[in-house]
């Protein structure tokens, strides 16, 4: 076999210590006006469960949603999150996250920037989820040792 995949655990990939799709299932909170950050199917599936219970949700997508899924399907499901009250900032990506104000939840302010023009953009929210993507946990399962060479990426 040349090939092969090992399941491992996985961290989320964090760009800020701030909410996960993880912490969000164990808030102790009601997380308030959401801005979910990516457009991956975790980024869609939490978006759209916090606007069913009815709180604010805007999601941010930097280009398309669900990458590597076939687009009109995609693209659909975007507009029937949107018609359920789902709000969409396309093509931006979020480029400073300041504390406002503590608690739980807390206040924040987000700035993003256009990927398209030199736009930016500034709206408060309570709580910010990234979901942008996991890391894997291969380092210390002892690959190298039986010869596996692992892609970087």
Known sequence: MRYGCIASCSFVHQLLCLSTSDDLFSLPYCPGKTLVIGASYVALECGGFLAGLGLDVTIM?????????????????????ETHGVKFIRRFVPT?????????????????KSTETDEIIEDEYNTVLIAVGRDACTDKIGLDKAGVKVNPK
């Open 61 to 81: 997508v930097r280009s398309i949603l669900l990458r590597g899924f076939d687009q009109d399907m995609a693209n659909r499901a975007g507009e029937h999150m």
């Open 96 to 112: 400073k996250i300041e504390e406002l104000e503590a608690g739980s939840p807390g206040r924040l302010r987000v700035t993003a």
